[in-house]
């Protein structure tokens, strides 16, 4: 898939700049060349030798060798790519790349390229979250660079939360789906150019008083990557979400909500759209009886929760008459005959397409990184490998693509 592709790896100085390591490797194999600037900090953490051994190549350190500036100078470095990939960037790096300083070899061979630049930012959750840290987020969008990730999840310093580097994976997904979306540009449109695609993702959180709520496991990640791959694609992305701890995907509206029913509103005030995509784990009921004031224990029995059952977005969608999407897909999350009870539901909800997968926890896939699904349409249905949610993501925008390219339009609605 990267064959031929020039990388220009930055590895910053975190501790998840092992992960590099392993990175070159896994961008090797599917045919990448790779070329790396160690930062002074990535020094501390891995060695220049591990570097050099892994890309064939020298380790390049120093804004001022002679050597170096000799045989390869830090202009030619940034411009013999194709692809500037900083991995991991940390908080100083991200403030150098938005702010234009140009310190050492990495920074200036950053402000000196004229190629495309992606980063996959990595530190501690307060960093992360800190204003002057969202700040250069925005800014870095701003100039049409790209992120990937960063998760949450358990991070080195011991906290949890968001700021853990993206899987080596998802790396390698989204680097691919940067080049085959790049590969598309000079030819055509972007096949889902002047689409809008509405995206409903994570969990919902129905209210049982002002600090308690019934939540769910999901966290968001397969309906976040089906949204940022719909957005790759070309569509105008809507992506309504239920509270993750997910950053948006580039270039995609965000809705946040929290209960079934703000994201039913919002994902009608969203319409019309051409492609609805349900991934979100919709709780089935919301607690009719929330009260005000925090329930509090009286020495009497618990208190009784009075549910009632939420409004069925996806169904909702495909009733919506002049305004139902073209394409809309379902996702069935089952523990038992996952296919069999995926295509009942396809029909019970009246939707286009329905993405089934085992959410046994035997197989991890609530929360966890992989996923494996089937894809059931009219009378067919495919079982497509495991991969990452981010991979499954980019499948199934590419199915999407196809499905509105106007060669299939004579075809049957699969
Ligand atoms: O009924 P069940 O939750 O199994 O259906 C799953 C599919 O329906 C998913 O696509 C989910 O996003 C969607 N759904 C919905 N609104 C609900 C319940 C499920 O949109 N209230």
């Not at 998840?16 to 160690?38: F, N, P």
């Not at 129905?206 to 309906?223: K, L, M, T, W």
Request: glycine share 8%; with cysteine; proline share 6%.
């Amino acid at each position: 898939m990267l064959t031929d592709k020039r990388i220009l790896m930055i590895i910053g100085g975190g501790i998840a700049a092992y992960k590099s390591l392993e990175l070159i490797r896994r961008l090797q194999d599917e045919g990448a060349s790779v070329r790396a600037i160690l930062t002074e900090g990535g020094s501390k953490f891995i060695t220049p030798l591990s570097v050099s051994s892994l890309t064939g190549d020298k380790c390049y350190m120093d804004l001022f060798s002679l050597t170096d500036e000799a045989e390869m100078g830090h202009i030619r470095l940034s411009r013999e790519a194709d692809l500037v990939l900083v991995v991991p960037a940390t908080a100083d790096l991200m403030a150098s790349m938005a702010h234009g300083h140009a310190r050492d070899l990495a920074t200036t061979a950053l402000l000196a390229t004229d190629k495309p630049v992606m980063f996959c930012p990595s530190m501690n959750v307060e960093m992360w979250q800190h204003p002057a840290t969202q700040r250069n987020v925005a800014i870095l969008a701003g100039d049409g660079i790209t992120q990937i990730g960063p998760e949450a999840g358990d991070l080195a310093c011991g906290e949890v939360g968001s700021g853990r580097l993206s899987e080596v994976p998802a790396i390698v997904d989204a680097v691919t789906a940067f080049f085959l979306n790049q590969a598309a540009e000079p030819t055509t449109d972007k096949p889902l150019s002047g689409r809008h695609a509405l995206v409903t993702a994570g969990p919902t959180w129905e209210a049982i008083d002002p600090v308690r709520y019934i939540a769910n496991h999901s966290s968001g990640r397969q309906g976040y990557a089906i949204a940022g791959a719909l957005a790759q694609l070309g569509a105008r992305t809507t992506l309504v979400s239920g509270p993750t701890n997910m950053s948006p995907p580039a270039g995609v509206k965000i809705i946040n909500i929290q209960s079934a029913r703000e994201m039913q509103a919002a994902c009608q005030e969203s319409l019309p759209a051409d492609i609805a995509v349900c991934v979100a784990a919709v709780a089935d009921w919301y607690v009719a009886n929330e009260t005000t004031s925090k329930v509090k224990k009286n020495g009497g029995p618990p208190p009784t929760l009075e549910l009632v059952e939420n409004p069925d977005i996806l169904a909702g969608l495909c009733k919506s008459g002049d305004m139902r999407p073209e394409l809309v897909v379902g996702f069935a999350a089952e523990t038992d005959h996952v296919v069999e009870y995926a295509t009942a539901k396809r029909r019970r909800k009246g939707c286009d397409w329905i993405v089934a997968n085992d959410v046994s926890p035997a197989t991890g896939i609530m929360g966890g990184a992989n996923n494996t699904v089937h894809l059931i349409s009219d009378g067919a249905v495919e079982d497509w490998p495991e991969g990452t949610k981010e991979a499954i993501g980019l499948q199934l925008a590419q199915r999407i693509a196809q499905h509105f390219a106007p060669e299939a339009k004579g075809e049957a609605k699969s």
